[in-house]
């Protein structure tokens, strides 16, 4: 079982190009979530899903796309990158309700110039 | 509004001191899940325990206890005789269907 993989580790985008962070998981979970970590303000929800083809918004979604077309992968799109997306980013993912922990990815730490 | 209160943002000890770690949530729902999670300076996140709404039985696991208080909405964690390998940032959570994380408390034991 590899759990949850994140390609890439780092990145580092100027201001206004797009990319995809990719996330999978091995585990057969139905939800699976996206969180930014900034410095004081702990795990951010930005997009979750509780199944292929259901996605919802979370706390931040504001210039972030997600679609959930398999079980395995939740991709995090970045449409034009800000310096305010700067941040460490996390997938998770979990059993389907909320009894259930969240199994974390490695990160990526996206860096926009 | 911020579900989940770490008033706590660092925490300096020397070893074998205990830390405990206060951990204050808000929600309207009757069920819903308290977590602890562990992030070591490696950077991953590490799940420590969960307790559900329903079960206010504290519980002590080797040096780690929890107290958990539905009265004052509080989900405490202590670390007795804490060693330097326990330095790392834990977070609090809550899932009332969306996980909230509080901000965390940076806890460093000195040797």
């Known amino acids: 079982n590899a759990g949850v993989t994140q390609t890439p580790k780092f990145q580092v985008l100027k201001t206004g190009q797009s990319m995809t962070l990719q996330c999978a998981q091995d585990m057969n979970h139905e939800y699976m979530s996206w969180y930014r970590q900034d410095p004081g303000m702990g795990l951010r929800l930005i997009h979750y899903?509780?199944?292929?083809?259901?996605?919802d918004q979370g706390e931040v979604p504001n210039g972030y796309n997600v679609s959930r077309s398999t079980t395995e992968d939740f991709p995090l799109r970045l449409l034009s990158a800000a310096p305010s997306q700067t941040s460490v980013y996390f997938c998770?993912?979990?059993?389907?309700?909320?009894?259930?922990?969240?199994?974390f990815g490695p990160g990526t730490r996206l860096t926009v110039t | 509004a911020q579900k989940v209160t770490q008033a706590q943002t660092e925490i300096s000890v020397v070893e074998k001191e205990d830390v405990t770690l206060d951990c204050v949530y808000e929600?309207?729902?009757?069920?819903?899940?308290l977590f602890w999670y562990k992030q070591p300076p490696s950077g991953e996140l590490v799940f420590l325990i969960r307790r559900n709404s329903f079960d206010e039985q504290n519980e002590i696991s080797g040096r780690y206890s929890w107290n958990f208080q539905k009265s004052t909405s509080s989900f405490n964690f202590t670390i007795t005789a804490s060693q330097v390998v326990d330095s790392a940032v834990y977070f609090c959570a809550l899932n009332d269907y969306k996980l909230s994380f509080g901000a965390g408390t940076t806890v460093t034991v000195r040797a």
């Open positions: 998770a993912s979990g059993g389907p309700g909320p009894s259930y922990e969240q199994y």
């Open positions: 929600t309207r729902d009757t069920t819903y899940y």
């Open positions: 899903s509780v199944g292929a083809g259901i996605t």
